[in-house]
């Protein structure tokens, strides 16, 4: 459910002769009618979502459409151009005009110039206008197609969305890590903005691409309370459910001999950072930023100058009022959307929401950053993961993909262990080199930036290696897989389990997929893990040690076994690897009897039940 206010509601829903709006200038609400007239019940409109939902309160919703290009944003249904209100010089804003009227846009639609088409050419913008005409002809076509309630446009990914909006003359360079990325952001900017396209930098250094920019560091920041200024001071942000209070603290700021120059210096990195903040973590509604006092006009003047300075790069709206007698700063900012907190942390169940812990998700994220980290040394072979339950479920249901391809391409083993006695978002990581030694994180040398030969242009051509798979040697189970409705298993599924006899390695596949594209996504993972067992003797150590861990448990799963004969309940510690806790979980319980037999010296499980927990 939404919210759509009559001052949202376009003037063709109007009863009544049809009517129309220019650009900038908006009927009045004293000349709108009550909403109940203008709107029945079961009428399908046309709205787009102009800021989500937060807490219990919908998304607010306006029929007053717009889709943005690069340069141009389009408003079907006005009349008119108008420029971005951003442009607050009354020549500029009339030279913009002078743009736009030379162009050759389409009749009932309304067009405004973003600050990034000034420097445009009358081209770039006539190929920005097409654009946006074929994406408002393809949402029609869709909509005559399809009933309501349905989605007709959504914004373009994270990408494509950061590349239109920030792309500019000021960005030197645009570095990606990932080989898909690459080529997506060359081919937009290829066709949007062809100057830009060859500022796009393939990186593919040993460190992860965050760690070697030292974004890893400001990521922290944005999720701590305390963010430290330059000068040895501090800011302290707490978020309250009726406003941001943001404390600016000297700390061991005394840069100057006397109170007051220290105090203007301090708050002037105070409110750079302030600014800064708010963008990082998309705060938004009443802000209140308590300064440190200030006795002389002049320096609360150019405090106030700065702070209207580095508010105009924020594409939030936001106003402030002057600094009060007590130094405080009160301003407002437009909530886009949900605060970066609410995004990455939860209510914590245990103290009923007075405190908040970060969600599996975000948590198993950052672990596997600092994974991908710990295997940039090339002396640690394993990494142990310890963590609670439901960052282990994580790990084990939308990041084990991403842990297989970690694995298979640093040819080192991640390990998962479960603590009940940790806190839901708590991951502890435990290193350890060839000869399954401990290695103390504190004491790993630092890895160094990137040089100047990491990064590349074009992506680096790939060796094509291949490995023959003998059919004799694969024996091959094809089941359907099945479990109770409700519990999260698709009772629909296919799975297929590849088993190499010389190796000894298994592939399990299953998802909503056909048999035949499991079995044959399970042999392309069998051929690259065979590829790293007869490439690197290290992989051939690691499969060693992994039989021979079977049974070393003592700190694992807790397995519970139930003999019938004789009556008794007994609880068994069992360590599992990876791998192992994947078959038990879709149904092997062989890893689980041969720890038993080796660990316990049980013989006979014959009339045992054996549970995993």
């Known amino acids: 459910n939404g919210f759509l206010h009559i001052s949202d509601l376009h003037p063709k829903y109007f009863p009544g002769e049809e009517r129309t709006e220019q650009v900038g200038k908006k009927i009045g609400r004293s000349e709108r009618p009550l909403i109940q007239q203008a709107l029945r019940k079961g009428q399908e409109i046309l709205v787009q979502v102009i ?19 690069r340069l141009l944003v389009m408003m ?5 151009v108008g420029v971005s209100r951003r442009v607050e010089d009354e020549d500029q804003r009339r030279e913009m005009r002078k743009i736009l009227d030379s162009l050759q846009l389409p009749e009932g639609f309304g067009f405004i110039l973003r600050t990034a088409g000034f420097d445009s050419t009358k081209t770039e913008l006539q190929r920005d206008a097409a654009y946006l005409q074929r994406l408002w002809d393809a949402m029609e076509k869709r909509s005559s197609k399809t009933g309501a309630p349905c989605e007709l446009y959504t914004e373009s990914d994270v990408l494509v969305r950061t590349l239109r909006d920030h792309t500019d ?6 570095i990606v890590d990932s080989p898909g990325a690459f080529e997506r952001a060359k081919m937009f900017l290829d066709v949007i903005a062809p100057k830009t396209s060859g500022k796009v930098m393939y990186y593919n250094g040993k460190a992860p691409i965050f760690e070697a920019y030292g974004i890893e560091r400001q990521i922290d920041e944005i999720h701590s309370r305390t963010v430290a200024l330059p000068s040895g001071g501090a800011l302290v942000f707490d978020q309250t459910e009726a406003l941001v209070a943001i404390d600016v603290n000297s700390g061991r700021s005394r840069s100057a001999r006397d109170s ?9 990195e105070a409110v750079e950072e302030v600014c800064r903040q708010l963008r990082l973590r998309d705060l938004g509604g009443l802000i209140v930023v308590d300064c440190i006092d200030m006795r002389l006009i002049k320096h609360r003047r150019d405090i106030e100058e700065r702070l209207t300075t580095l508010l ?4 939030a709206k936001s106003s402030f009022a002057p600094i009060s007698e007590f130094g405080i700063i009160e301003m407002t900012r437009q909530r886009m959307r949900p605060s970066l907190r609410k995004m990455h942390y939860a209510d914590c169940t245990h103290c009923a929401g007075s405190g908040e812990i970060r969600v599996p998700a975000a948590v198993a994220a950052d672990a596997m ?3 991908a980290l710990l295997f940039s040394h090339a002396k640690i072979q394993r990494v142990e993961i310890v963590c609670s339950v439901r960052v282990a479920a994580e790990f084990m249901s939308n990041r084990r993909r991403a842990m297989h391809e970690l694995e298979d391409r640093s040819s080192k083993r991640i390990d998962v262990r479960i603590s009940e006695a940790f806190a839901a978002d708590r991951v502890e990581m435990y290193a350890y080199d060839e000869n399954n030694s401990d290695i103390e994180l504190d004491r790993l040398p630092p890895l160094g930036g990137p040089l100047a030969g990491t990064l590349h242009e074009e992506l680096p051509e790939a060796e094509e290696v291949d490995v023959e798979i003998d059919e004799k040697d694969l024996h091959i189970d094809v089941y359907r897989a099945s479990g109770p409705g409700g519990q999260g298993v698709n009772t629909t599924d296919s799975a297929v389990r590849i088993t190499h006899k010389p190796s000894g390695l298994v592939v399990a596949m299953q998802d909503e997929r056909s048999q035949l594209q499991n079995r044959l996504r399970a042999m392309t993972v069998l051929r690259s893990r065979l590829l790293k067992l007869r ?32 009556n008794r309940i007994t609880d068994h510690r069992i360590g599992f690897t990876l ?18 037999t080796a660990q316990f010296e049980i013989e006979q499980l014959a009339g045992a039940s054996v549970e995993v927990h």
């Open 579 to 596: 791998y192992q806790l994947q078959d038990v979980l879709m149904g092997n319980l062989d890893p689980v009897i041969d720890a038993l």
């Open 260 to 268: 007051e120059t220290n105090a203007y210096q301090t708050n002037s």
């Open 369 to 371: 950053r600092r994974v």
């Open 51 to 69: 800021k989500e939902g937060l807490g219990s309160k919908g998304p607010t919703l306006t029929s007053y459409l717009s889709l943005p290009g």
């Open 312 to 315: 105009k790069i924020d594409r």
């Open 535 to 566: 490439e690197d003797e290290q992989a051939e150590k690691m499969s060693a040690q992994r039989k021979a861990q079977v049974g070393k448990g003592g700190r694992g799963e807790k397995i519970r076994t139930y003999n019938f004969k004789e």
């Open 76 to 80: 079907p249904d006005m009349d008119r």
């Open 169 to 174: 003359s000021t960005v030197e360079s645009i």
